[in-house]
């Protein structure tokens, strides 16, 4: 029986969240079924979850939670009453530390159980912004972890706790790493470098601090 | 006189208000992720069914939300409208609280009391709904105080 994934991201196939669940894959393509939140009603959706054994959602974090869209599909829910489903999840984001998912791998944890399937669990990765635009040898290690998670979910439906705890890495940043981040954001030394690029070239830095609605 | 923004998902706890927006009767459009607001119409998101929202929502001295409460959590029109909200604030990050937190766009944020109804079948899952506003509205520089039930007492406390 294959594996449902869920792609939660409303940038669909177009996004980090559709790399990490290439990756997720490797070459077991004929394993898995992927859908797109972004493209399906999300009653159907909920429907068609029901004919699988095992869910794996893989989404981006949207203000400390689900992006809306992702929610529009969770109402859509129901419990199942057949024992032995499996449900697991893939949180990745922008900021570096994967404290900031937190409030979602709670909440994703008592959905799973509230909906009566087996938790499998909720892998969270940081510092994701950016994936899907940087060249594939940036992302080495990245992939080289998605992948033996992967393989490790094939073999034995879990996910393998040492990924999980690689892959969360850094979990919150350190007083001093914070307070380093926080004198070189002073300096002019941040992701604003990467922000300011992006307006130059959409010829809109110059309206960088505009206030349209105040 | 003090402007007050009501956001509702349900009825029974109106009071005079100089903006109300019925999630029921509008639907949101979804966040695409698309960036733009951040990179190509600074403070614009690519829709602009929420311009008139935008400028009620930061003239507002007090906002005040209705949420429905649903899988034991925000709709997911309330989440999509929290989504919309990234257009009010900086793509820059700032580590002054030990922690990321994008920087403000504006000189001043409305402050937020949030009012829910239904029920969660643990403390638990009622905790992960008011710590996730909480934050949320820590990120959105606003001042949120009230989570809580609506109950009977709840209509002096919002006109109060
Ligand atoms: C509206 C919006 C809200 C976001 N909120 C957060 C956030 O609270 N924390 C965070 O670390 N990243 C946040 N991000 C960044 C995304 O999680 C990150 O860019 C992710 O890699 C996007 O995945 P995707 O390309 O598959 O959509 C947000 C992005 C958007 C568009």
Known sequence: MKTLIINGSPKGRNGNTEVIIEKFIGSAKNLYQVCYVANEDPLKLAEYMKRFDAVIIVMPLYIHAMPGIMMKLIECMERTIDDGKSMGFIVQSGFRESEHSKYLKRYLTALAHKLNYTYIGTVVRGGSAGICMMPEKMNKKLFKQLQNLGEHFRLTRTFHGDIVEELAKPIRLSKGMSMLLYFLFKLGISDSIFWNGMLKKNNALDRKFDRPFA | ?160
Not at chain 2, 127 to 147: D, G, M, P, W
Request: hydrophobic share 35%.
């Open chain 2, 1 to 160: 006189m003090e402007s007050n923004l009501f956001i509702k998902e349900f009825d029974g706890f109106d009071i005079p208000c100089q903006y109300m927006f019925d999630l029921r009767k509008t639907k949101v459009k979804d966040c695409v992720g698309c960036w733009s607001c951040w990179i190509k119409t600074p403070g614009r998101c690519i829709n602009t069914d929420l311009d008139e929202f935008y400028k009620a929502y930061l003239k507002a001295d007090k906002v005040i939300i209705l949420s429905k409460v649903n899988q034991r959590f925000v709709s997911g029109n309330l989440k999509t409208l929290f989504d919309r909200m990234i257009p009010l604030f900086m793509p820059d990050i700032t580590f002054k609280h030990g922690e990321a937190m994008h920087l403000p766009r504006y000189r001043k944020y409305p402050d937020v009391e949030i009012y829910y109804q239904g029920d969660f079948d643990s403390l638990d899952s009622k905790e992960i709904y008011e710590n996730y506003l909480h934050r949320t509205f820590a990120q959105f520089y606003s001042k949120c105080e009230v989570v809580k039930p609506i109950n009977q007492s709840s209509m002096q406390e919002i006109s109060g």
